[in-house]
């Protein structure tokens, strides 16, 4: 028996069943496979797919019960919580800010990681690609930037991660690369050659895929930084993008430490309802069996997710995606509404936290 | 010719999510990945000509590619039927069937056991073997026990109300038989006997060097023995976490054994029972204080078997234990693939997250369910290794 279950293991899978472990509650995830946190881009948009600030958010959701002071103190507990884990997150969900995607376009987010700068309005720009990496083109990706910002100076160049590799690398491979010195070296002498051939001595951005490091990241970007004396940038695109896969397994780490109890490639087939109450659920991986708990939280997503999604259950709480359907429009959510959802979900579920209208379920 | 029984691969989108987490793809170029080897090769030869890529070799079925799918394909058994092929059409290195049969292994050198302990800490004698065999002399071999479980325990009937059939697994049989005799121990205090069935090696051990045939003969005889006790009102319990994962999945899914099915819903992990009769209420909990600050290491294979983490809800009813999970990734033994020559390096590489968690949690000693596993964490850190069920028939025996 489980204070809470958690259905989903994606970002507001993990965030609700951290959160609520540290309030003291015994907590259990239930998943098949990883969340779409897989496939992010780590960043926290505010409306995916969109530009737009956090009152447009709260007008598409209809979400009016997430005041200000609620907002606050849901992005406060993030930010806490990533700076604890060693990936902090930095950003104002006031102010969006610009960012470069890798394909040279230009989107707006909230929170980002410190491997993010915000892109600049002017000034010289270069772009790192890696040969091996199909996936980010610097030409490519000048391309598109020199159309959105014609005023910027953009210089491009493709290195080589000097690695033969027996399969399609992406920009994971890159980033474990790049965690080991003797290829930060060798990039490092390739991108140093390209600047002094063509005199370039000031640069106010440097722009590289999605590839400095994994859990190193720290050392990778002030090795770069250094070396290349400019701010550096990562632009996330294709995934698996280092940005999320980072976050991913921050997340996953703390989850494990923190002793939630993990039931992996697990699905869950039906539950026992009795008086508006889930009872008990019933899952299968390879055997049949059944998991109880007082409260359930449903953090499927909605693309590829669903389930228990019925609203007069009085033990369940629905969240993120699953939460309503309205939330999906470009069948993108996570971000700043993962947060808020999750973040939302536990003020309930441990009673610290109420503001009227509420979202659906509710038992203590 | 090879008989493979269909397992879905059309529903793989390619995200990536097996890529990511596979341990071997993250360390290692020269490796095709999961998705490559499993769905996208399958999706190649469906309807045509086998195909042999040579890069499944490194697979160490680890499982972790089926923990990651969202779209519950079973990667490691598309990547066991590539290894199968490969395997017929290329051979098999007289090493890795060698490997590929800890029973055989087991059986001669625990015969042989005093001596055979001492020539493999001798560094002529293992440099020898590097070269003749290809088994790096710098790897740690586990010791084999003349007095083995086959020698010390016999029963073949139990006669309690609640009955336990015990597969008990080469590693336990041949290397660690005090774990056979912890786990006998700690089912005598909740007054349930155990039956030792007749058995042979699990098979996962020949899955992941394509000994197809050779899997599906043990998994047939396991299943028909097995089989048997069921019948007769056994629960049917392992205390090896990849023996208890071929009985649960492997012979249902890749070996499609008749009657495998059946065996699969009465197989138990030894703490999962546990906690099934503390669940039900006749768990004895007459268990003495253990003050001690243990860390807990997850093998691969007890994450596949989706059950949460019974070892710690067990250990956790200990007054006074402390145990934390070291939130590790995979070890990199991978049973016979850390003893590979050409996979050493690659396997330390693989191993470094579960160093670094060991490092940074600084516990007394490491609880693990997995022999091999065990034999990496001794490889690569100076930590004490215990079996679950012995830290329990430790505290059991304290009650007295």
Redesign the interface.
């Known amino acids: 028996m489980f204070d809470v279950i958690v259905i989903g293991q994606g970002l507001t899978g993990m965030l609700t069943a951290i959160w609520l472990k540290k309030k003291g509650k015994s907590v259990?995830i239930v998943h098949?496979?990883?969340?779409?946190i897989?496939?992010s881009t780590g960043l926290m948009d505010i409306l995916p797919g969109m530009d737009g600030t956090i009152e447009d958010l709260i007008k598409e959701y209809q979400i009016e019960r997430w005041n200000d002071v609620f907002i606050k103190e849901s992005i406060e507990s993030f930010n806490m919580l990533m700076r604890d884990l060693g990936y902090p997150y930095r950003g104002d969900v006031g102010k969006p800010v610009e960012v470069i995607t890798g394909s040279g376009h230009i989107k707006l987010t909230g929170l980002f990681p410190e491997t993010i700068v915000p892109f600049p309005k002017k000034g010289n720009i270069a772009i790192v690609s890696f040969k091996e990496i199909t996936d980010f083109q610097s030409e490519y990706v000048k391309g598109n930037l020199q159309k959105r910002r014609p005023e910027l100076v953009i210089y491009s160049v493709n290195v080589s991660l000097g690695?033969?590799?027996?399969?399609t690398?992406?920009q994971?491979?890159a980033a474990?690369l790049l965690e080991k010195s003797d290829v930060r070296k060798y990039v490092i002498a390739q991108i140093k050659k390209y600047f002094d051939k063509k005199v370039i001595d000031k640069l106010d951005l440097v722009v590289f895929p999605s590839v400095l490091g994994v859990m190193e990241w720290k050392t990778v970007l002030n090795e770069f930084e250094m070396e290349i004396g400019s701010p550096i940038t990562e632009a996330v695109g294709m995934?698996?993008n280092a940005t999320a896969?980072r976050l991913n397994e921050f997340l996953?780490?703390?989850?494990?430490?923190q002793?939630i109890?993990?039931?992996?490639?697990?699905?869950v087939i039906s539950a026992k309802v009795e008086k508006r109450r889930i009872e008990k659920i019933n899952?299968v991986?390879?055997?049949?069996?059944n998991l109880k708990a007082k409260n359930y939280v449903l953090a499927t997503g909605e693309v590829?997710g669903g389930g228990l999604e019925d609203a007069s259950l009085s033990n369940l709480f629905v969240v993120g995606a699953t939460n309503d359907s309205k939330v999906t429009r470009y069948g993108i959510t996570g971000g700043i509404y993962s947060i808020l959802s999750s973040y939302e979900a536990v003020s309930m579920i441990s009673g610290a936290y109420s503001h009227g209208n509420t979202i659906k379920g509710g038992d203590n | 010719m090879l008989k493979l029984i269909e397992s879905p691969f059309d529903r793989c989108l390619k995200?990536?999510?097996c890529?990511?987490?596979c341990p071997v793809?993250?360390?290692s170029?020269?490796?095709?990945?999961p998705k490559?080897l499993g769905p996208e090769l399958k999706r190649l030869i469906e309807n045509q000509d086998l195909l042999d890529d040579p890069?499944v070799e490194l697979c160490a079925i680890c499982g972790n590619c089926?923990?990651?799918?969202?779209?519950?394909v079973h990667v490691t058994d598309l990547i066991v039927q590539a290894k199968a092929i490969h395997s017929e059409l290329s051979g098999t290195k007289f090493r890795d069937k060698l490997l590929s049969n800890p029973e055989l292994i087991g059986k001669i050198t625990s015969n042989l056991a005093p001596i055979t302990n001492i020539a493999m800490k001798a560094k002529p004698i293992r440099k020898a073997i590097e070269k003749v065999m290809g088994i790096h002399s710098e790897r740690q071999f586990p010791k084999y026990e003349f007095n083995n479980f086959n020698r010390r325990y016999k029963k073949k009937t139990a006669n309690s109300e609640r009955k336990v059939a015990y597969f008990v697994g080469c590693y336990a049989t041949y290397n660690a038989p005090e774990i056979g005799d912890a786990f006998v121990e700690v089912m005598a205090y909740n007054n349930i006997e155990v039956a030792k069935p007749d058995q042979h090696c699990c098979g996962i051990p020949m899955l992941a060097n394509g000994q197809f045939e050779q899997a599906k003969k043990n998994a047939k005889f396991n299943v028909q023995s097995l089989l048997k006790y069921v019948s007769e009102g056994y629960d049917i319990v392992a205390t090896c976490s990849s023996c208890t994962l071929a009985l649960?999945?492997e012979y249902?899914?890749v070996l499609g054994i008749d009657g495998a099915e059946e065996l699969?819903?009465h197989?138990y992990d030894s703490s999962e029972y546990l906690r099934m009769l503390d669940e039900e209420g006749v768990l004895n909990k007459n268990l003495s204080p253990l003050n001690d600050n243990a860390g807990y290491y997850?093998p691969c294979h007890m994450?596949?078997?989706?059950?949460?983490?019974p070892a710690?809800?067990i250990l956790e009813l200990i007054p006074g234990y402390e145990i934390?999970?070291l939130?590790a990734g995979c070890c990199g033994q991978c049973g016979t693939f850390g003893f590979k020559e050409e996979n050493f390096t690659l396997s330390l590489d693989i191993g470094k997250s579960m160093h670094d968690a060991v490092e940074e949690l600084q516990p007394e000693y490491t609880v693990t369910e997995c022999g091999m596993c065990k034999n990496q964490i001794n490889q690569m850190t100076d930590q004490v290794v215990k079996h679950p069920i012995e830290v329990l028939a430790e505290s059991y025996k304290k009650s007295k």
Do not use: W
Request: charged share 25%.
């Open positions: 259990a098949q496979g990883t969340g779409k897989i496939q690695k033969n590799s027996n399969r690398m992406n994971l491979d474990r995934p698996p896969i996953k780490k703390e989850m494990i430490r002793g109890r993990l039931y992996s490639d697990t699905t899952i991986n390879n055997k049949f069996n590829l | 995200c990536n999510a890529v990511v987490s793809s993250n360390y170029l020269d490796f095709g990945g490559h890069r089926d923990i990651s799918c969202p779209e519950q649960k999945k249902v899914s699969a819903k197989v997850a994450k596949a078997q989706g059950i949460g983490n710690m809800d934390k999970d939130a």
